[in-house]
């Protein structure tokens, strides 16, 4: 069974720069994932979609500060020149064929 | 520009049924795999239904097979996720999600199962 495992909590300075971790379960380090951001009282927003050798592809108008990056069962979102806006929860997901979605319980990023 | 526009949420009591529609605009629909996800209050996402680009296929979470059903209607541009014995635990913001790996979402609209 995959299972998408974040962190619950995540902080940084303004203009600091962050990386947020979502890690697959054992068996599953070939799957791409994608980074969602949902911001205060939103909707959530697609980021990016992210595969196994790190390649990524971003949504439309997500700024150059947001990227992605893999190491084995790592997915990774780095955000640099934090600002305030940034601040938001961060999900993870992914498909498993013939089974459906999953998403990760995902990170409250807090900007100080 | 991409839109999906989800409607046809309010209070119902439990037990009760609710039909949510999605009207997609900006792209082909019918080339596109759709999914319901579901936000509980103060909850983290969490998928509740797929349907596949021609309507075909379907795939339900443990947590509503038996009780949701999800259709599409290409000719339309539409999306629907019929809910039937609706639980307290149903309550949450419910979202159309396009893709696999999902590209757009929708706004959301707030399904309250209450009595």
């Known amino acids: 069974q995959l299972v998408l495992t974040q962190s619950p909590s995540a902080s940084a300075s303004l203009g600091a720069s962050v990386k947020l971790t979502c890690t697959l379960s054992?068996?599953?380090?070939?799957?791409?994932i994608a980074w969602h951001q949902q911001q205060p009282e939103k909707g959530p927003r697609y980021l990016m979609k992210?595969?196994?050798?790190?390649?990524?592809s971003k949504g439309d108008g997500i700024p150059d500060r947001f990227s992605g990056s893999s190491s084995g069962a790592e997915r990774y979102l780095t955000i640099s020149s934090l600002q305030s806006e940034d601040e938001a929860d961060y999900y993870c997901?992914?498909?498993?064929?013939?089974?459906?979605?999953?998403f990760g319980g995902g990170t409250k990023l807090t900007v100080l | 520009e991409v839109q999906l526009a989800e409607s046809g949420g309010g209070l119902v009591q439990p037990g009760g049924s609710l039909r949510l529609s999605c009207a997609g605009s900006?792209?082909?629909?019918?080339?596109?795999?759709m999914n319901w996800v579901r936000q509980a209050p103060g909850k983290g996402l969490e998928w509740i239904s797929y349907?596949?680009?021609?309507?075909?296929?379907?795939y339900y979470a443990d947590s509503v097979k038996g009780r949701f059903t999800s259709s599409r209607d290409n000719a339309k541009n539409s999306l629907y996720l019929q809910m039937n014995n609706l639980r307290a635990e149903d309550t949450a913001v419910y979202y159309c999600?396009?893709?696999?790996?999902?590209?757009?979402w929708g706004q959301g609209t707030l399904v309250t199962v209450s009595s």
């Open positions: 997901q992914t498909w498993v064929t013939g089974k459906g979605m999953v």
């Open positions: 999600a396009r893709d696999k790996h999902i590209a757009h």
């Open positions: 349907n596949s680009r021609s309507g075909s296929t379907t």
């Open positions: 054992s068996g599953h380090s070939s799957y791409a």
């Open positions: 992210l595969n196994s050798d790190g390649s990524h």
């Open positions: 900006g792209l082909t629909f019918s080339s596109c795999d």
